[in-house]
């Protein structure tokens, strides 16, 4: 059964770095496209990166700042965040589309102090 494990999470300076990272298991690693979404407390949930094969989309808040990466050999995407800034402050989740399916990581927080 596909399992993605996100980490990376924690609490960090505003102007800081964090790298997020989802391990898949459980399932060949040949994601179609990968996604990272962010939810604040009582927000909606929003995309902040999504990438494709053929192209990469990430909204104004983040681009510049954020970029995700792919390690195929460790079956691991990552959301690289730098410059953060305390309205980053969020859950963080991957989703990825394998095969015909969607899987969803677990959340980690993000918590930026000013």
């Known amino acids: 059964q596909a399992q993605l494990t996100e980490s990376g999470g924690g609490l960090v300076q505003a102007g800081g770095t964090l790298r997020l990272s989802c391990t898949v298991s459980?399932?060949?690693?040949?994601?179609?496209?990968v996604g990272w979404y962010r939810q604040a407390p009582g927000k909606q949930r929003e995309l902040v990166a999504a990438?494709?094969?053929?192209?990469?989309y990430y909204p104004d808040s983040v681009k510049g700042r954020f970029a995700v990466y792919i390690d195929n050999a460790k079956n691991t995407v990552y959301l690289e965040m730098n410059n953060l800034k305390p309205e980053d402050t969020a859950v963080y989740y991957c989703?990825?589309?394998?095969?015909?399916?969607?899987?969803w990581g677990q959340g980690t927080q993000v918590t930026v102090s000013s």
């Open positions: 989703d990825l589309r394998i095969q015909d399916s969607e899987y």
């Open positions: 459980g399932i060949e690693f040949k994601p179609n496209s």
């Open positions: 990438v494709t094969r053929a192209a990469s």
